[in-house]
């Protein structure tokens, strides 16, 4: 009887004790499912950032708005659309520093900066081309050119230094000028905003001035069978002479693009013509200088390969 009450407790404990074994591995076991629970839900918990609303983007988005609002006024309205198109690019400098400020540089916003500056300047480009038809090639050329350079150079940083460069890293080994180029805040700044001022000149004297633009006097003199010397600025009153409504938007807008002073933007194009001419061997060289990384990668890359084959003699 003794022997059997003592089995009977040697069995409890027992069962006691892989029941405690049973609990402390339920216990550590719903301890460890929920840490690594946790640490699943951690990434998860965190909120997630949208690049797309990011300040600098944000701004980019305001370029964009501006530049399709330019492009509206561009064929009649000359102050409103300059003054727009300004401010576009004027606020190009500004998501720079929103982006160091806010620590939110991003590959998105890099190209969406760069695609925006090519698309607005293209833009101006065909206006002025439509404006002046003898120099059509000029600015066709201008935007092939920038296209290209741009869309090389971009090409062989990816290709030459991987995705984690930027087009802007130039060491001066490969090219001195394109390093203080992309380098220097304020070389780059003062090279982008006086090439828009000259395309923006441009397209003020193509209202303003009948020496650059003779369709200015051409319909009034083919109207009125008077002789109006270039330069001189138009009486408002011969409007009704070629309008059916002197009074209408279009008239008013003709005579006020008539009455422009072409002084400022004769000034302004003379100031900005050095810089943006030295803008555009920059792109020319910029062009060559990738073209050259491209054409080294390929050499690499085809003597890895064994190529050229040897020819086989007979």
């Keep these: 009887m003794a022997r059997q009450t003592r089995r009977n407790a040697k069995a409890r404990e027992a069962a006691s004790s892989s029941d405690d ?83 939110q540089s991003t590959r998105f916003g890099a190209v969406l900066d760069m695609v925006t500056d090519r698309c607005t300047t293209s833009c101006l480009l065909v ?70 001022l000259f395309f923006i000149a441009l397209y003020l004297l193509s209202f303003s001035s009948p020496w650059v633009s003779p369709h200015l006097i051409k319909s009034v003199e083919e109207t009125s069978g008077a002789h109006i010397d270039p330069g001189s600025q138009l009486n408002s009153s011969i409007l009704s002479q070629f309008f059916p409504d002197p009074f209408s938007a279009a008239a008013l807008e003709m005579a006020r693009a008539n009455k422009m002073d072409s002084f400022v933007p004769w000034v302004l194009v003379v100031i900005s013509f050095p810089i943006m001419f030295l803008k555009q061997v920059i792109n020319g060289i910029q062009l060559v200088k990738a073209s050259r990384w491209l054409a080294d990668v390929d050499v690499k890359n085809r003597k890895a390969k064994g190529l050229p084959r040897a020819k086989k003699t007979a």
């Design 127 to 196: 206006f002025l081309s439509s404006a002046f038809p003898r120099w059509a090639i000029v600015f066709q050329g201008l935007i092939a050119l920038d296209f290209s350079s741009h869309y090389m150079h971009m090409y062989a940083t990816l290709v030459v230094g991987g995705v984690d460069s930027s087009h802007k890293n130039i060491d001066k080994s490969q090219s001195w000028l394109l390093n203080l180029y992309y380098t220097n805040k304020g070389v780059l700044f003062t090279f982008c905003a006086l090439n828009e």
């Design 21 to 103: 074994d049973a609990t402390s591995q339920t216990v550590m076991n719903g301890k460890g499912n929920g840490s690594a629970h946790h640490a699943s839900e951690a990434p998860d918990s965190m909120e997630k950032e949208n690049i797309f609303l990011f300040w600098p983007n944000l701004i980019g988005y305001a370029r964009i708005v501006l530049a399709f609002a330019s492009l509206y006024y561009m064929p009649l309205h000359p102050r409103t659309c300059s003054f727009l198109y300004s401010v576009s690019c004027l606020l190009d400098a500004l998501d720079g520093f929103a982006a160091r400020y806010f620590e």
